[in-house]
Each structure stands twice: as C-alpha cells, then as structure tokens.
C-alpha cells in the first residue's frame, strides 16, 4: 500500500486514546477504531505510522500489530490463545537445566533461577526444574495460579504476553518480561542461553544470525508496548 497520510497523530477520546491519520481515526484490521488506553502506546504506534516512506510496510509495525490484535478480541480467539499461553507452563524451558557441561549449569542457574524465584514470589506458583530428559509434571497449584493470571489479563497485555512466550519458549520468560521484572535484552539472554552458549563453542552461521535478530525484535516490541502501557498517561 501507498503512503496515503501526511502525519500520524494522538487524539483524546472517551474510552482513551486514538491513533490518527492526517486528523482521521484509523481501524484495526476488523474495522474498529484503534483506541488503546494509554497516550503513550498510542503516541509509540502513531510514530511507526509516521516512520513509514513511501510504501506502508506492516512488518516495521509490531506495536500496531499487537494493538489490532487486541482491539479485534484476537480475531474471536481470546480463551485458546490464553489456554496456549498457559500451558507453556507446563513444559517451560527454563526447567529444564543441563546435567553438563558445568560452565553451561552455573549459567543456566545464574540466569534462569532469579525468575523462578520472582515467579514463585509474584504470583505463588514454584515450579520444579529437572536435568532428566523427559518432562516433570508440574505441580497443579502452581499450574492453576499462572492459569488464572494469565486467563485475568485484559487483551492489551495477554496479546504481548501471547508473543513473547511464543518466542522465548517460556511462560516465565514472557511473564517476567511483560510485567517489567526483565528488559528485552534480559529476555533474550534468557530465552537464548543455550544457542549462545553453543554459539560461543561452535559459532554461529548467517541463518542463526539473522533468526536471532528477529527474536531481538520482538522482545523489544514487546517490551515498548507493555512499557507504554505501564508508565502511559
């Protein structure tokens, strides 16, 4: 699509805040107006709209992506995403630590056991790690204590949260990273650790580079969204 705006702008509205076009509210995918709560997200969401040239490339958008998603209620699939979210709970990679090499254990350890204690802390739910290759069965109280914040959350936060689960691999990373206990650069360490660590040993080749790069991408995303959301007026 053609640039068909001049300037991307913030307008006060009921029910919080609208992005516009040249003074004109713009719609989500579902033809909604794109009302967020917060002049922040809408002032970050209009500056991508802004940043645009000449053609609209929705890709360099992430921060209108989520908010659309979120508006249109997940295209009618707000109670599967949740139950997908939850569920990474139940075989998190941050539970799952190496028995060897000992550099390897010490890190994981390092990076990984502070969120499992905030975790524990912020919403009662201990999960239990293991070396063995198979999955440990969670404890159901901790299952259930995750399950029901994550299912609580409104659209503006499950959706970010949906994403950076999804790429981390990890309820706890994605939770940790959503409520502002890690930044995007601690989330990727985390949700990295073991590639960097192979990487340092092997190397890293153009794909791997380049597949690292958009997880980056998407943390940060995340990361400015739930910021707006949390520090916005």
């Given at each position: 699509?053609n640039r068909f705006y001049k300037t991307a702008g913030v307008a006060e509205v009921d029910?919080?805040?609208?992005?516009?076009?040249?003074?004109?509210?713009?719609?989500?995918?579902?033809?909604?107006?794109?009302?967020?709560?917060?002049?922040?997200?809408?002032?970050?969401?209009?500056?991508?709209?802004?940043?645009?040239?000449?053609?609209?490339?929705?890709?360099?958008?992430?921060?209108?992506?989520?908010?659309?998603?979120?508006?249109?209620?997940?295209a009618g699939m707000r109670d599967l995403t949740a139950d997908a979210v939850a569920r990474?709970?139940?075989?998190?990679?941050?539970?799952?630590?190496?028995?060897?090499?000992?550099?390897?254990?010490?890190?994981?350890?390092?990076t990984w056991r502070p969120l499992l204690d905030w975790l524990e802390l912020r919403f009662?739910?201990?999960?239990?790690?293991?070396?063995?290759?198979?999955?440990?069965?969670?404890?159901?109280?901790?299952?259930?204590?995750?399950?029901?914040?994550?299912?609580?959350?409104?659209?503006?936060?499950?959706?970010?949260?949906?994403?950076?689960?999804?790429?981390?691999?990890?309820?706890?990373?994605?939770?940790?990273?959503?409520?502002?206990?890690?930044?995007?650069?601690?989330?990727?360490?985390?949700?990295?650790?073991?590639?960097?660590?192979?990487?340092?040993?092997?190397?890293?080749?153009?794909?791997?580079?380049?597949?690292?790069?958009?997880?980056?991408?998407?943390?940060?995303?995340?990361?400015?969204?739930?910021?707006?959301?949390?520090?916005?007026?």
């Open positions: 699509m029910q919080g805040f609208s992005v516009v076009l040249d003074g004109r509210p713009i719609r989500s995918p579902a033809r909604q107006l794109v009302q967020v709560p917060t002049r922040a997200l809408a002032q970050a969401i209009a500056d991508e709209w802004d940043a645009q040239g000449e053609k609209i490339d929705s890709r360099a958008m992430p921060l209108m992506r989520m908010a659309g998603t979120a508006i249109d209620d997940l990474y709970a139940e075989t998190d990679m941050v539970c799952f630590w190496a028995a060897e090499p000992e550099r390897l254990v010490q890190r994981q350890q390092a009662d739910a201990r999960l239990a790690v293991t070396s063995a290759i198979h999955a440990q069965e969670q404890p159901r109280a901790a299952l259930d204590a995750l399950r029901a914040h994550v299912t609580a959350l409104d659209n503006f936060l499950l959706v970010p949260l949906s994403v950076a689960t999804g790429t981390a691999g990890s309820l706890v990373i994605g939770l940790a990273l959503v409520h502002g206990r890690i930044d995007a650069v601690q989330a990727f360490d985390a949700a990295q650790l073991d590639e960097t660590f192979q990487i340092e040993e092997w190397g890293e080749d153009d794909e791997a580079t380049r597949r690292r790069a958009g997880i980056r991408a998407e943390f940060a995303a995340v990361e400015r969204f739930c910021r707006a959301i949390r520090d916005g007026v």
